[in-house]
């Protein structure tokens, strides 16, 4: 275990949160600086960071500001913070090898055919609590993409996708038509958990537009979160043409 030193806070930590801009809320920047002082590696499994007063006098910023910062990253899994002690990083926890998530370019080129995207937006929007994808995970300002995905030039899936700032900071400067938001966040936010929920929907006129069906048409809808070991990195409505898409598994003897 290895303590942070008050002067190295004072200096490069400074700088280093004086270099994230203000596009996003302070207590968001603070989140922003260490994550990325754990995934750079410079605090590592057990190391204790920074105290409160220490960040609070360092980057000049409110004790309620700190707070809210390390008490997210400590609901997120991210920070351990112990009573009288001070602040740790959090073990890091492996992920589940029954849990997949696929790329829908790699499974299209596995079928023989040819993927491209065509992308109708990316962008940056405001969210409040209860939100209809993202519910109470995250607020303020998120990534907002949405993606039409083919396979031989026909439409087979809407990908809407909100994803967490902290965790993909440089999101809205990726280019979708030559890679998939999965491939980027597959290699940015590396997937530690996800969830998967399945249902039988009619498709939004906007969401039968892209796809070329009808609105009567029965569409699979696949609603997918994924969490890093920093916490939640995207929320995404995949929508499916019932008459262009099932599901397959395998599974053996001694499964559920």
């Known amino acids: 275990m290895s303590v942070v030193a008050i002067e190295v806070v004072d200096t490069e930590l400074a700088a280093l949160y004086g270099g994230l801009g203000t596009e996003f809320a302070a207590y968001e920047r603070v989140k922003q600086l260490i994550v990325s002082q754990i995934k750079g590696g ?5 190391d204790q960071i920074p105290s409160e007063n220490q960040l609070v006098n360092a980057l000049g910023l409110s004790r309620m500001t700190i707070n809210r910062a390390l008490r997210d990253l400590t609901a997120d899994g991210v920070l351990n913070r112990v009573m009288g002690v001070g602040t740790f990083v959090a073990p890091t926890k492996a992920a589940s090898p029954l849990f997949e998530v ?10 023989g055919h040819r993927h491209r995207t065509e ?10 609590a209860g939100h209809p ?4 995970d995250l607020g303020g300002k998120v990534f907002h993409s949405l ?3 083919f396979e031989d030039d026909v439409p087979i899936q809407v990908e809407d996708r909100y994803v967490n700032p902290a965790e993909a900071p440089q999101y809205l400067d990726q280019d979708f038509t030559a890679q998939t938001p999965n491939t980027y966040l597959s290699e940015v936010a590396p ?11 009619l498709a939004s006129a906007e969401e039968c537009r892209l796809l070329g069906v009808p609105r009567a048409e029965p569409c699979l809808l696949i609603r997918r979160r994924t969490w890093s070991h920093s916490g939640l990195v995207s929320a995404a409505r995949l929508i499916h043409p019932g008459s262009r898409s099932r599901l397959e598994g395998s599974f053996g003897s001694g499964q559920g």
């Open 119 to 128: 992308v109708v937006f990316v962008r940056a929007e405001e969210t409040e």
């Open 42 to 46: 410079r605090w590592q499994e057990g």
């Open 191 to 201: 997937l530690e958990r996800g969830e998967h929920v399945v249902e039988a929907v």
């Open 102 to 111: 696929k790329n829908i370019a790699d499974e299209i080129s596995q079928r």
């Open 133 to 136: 994808v993202l519910g109470n």
């Open 147 to 149: 993606i039409v995905h």
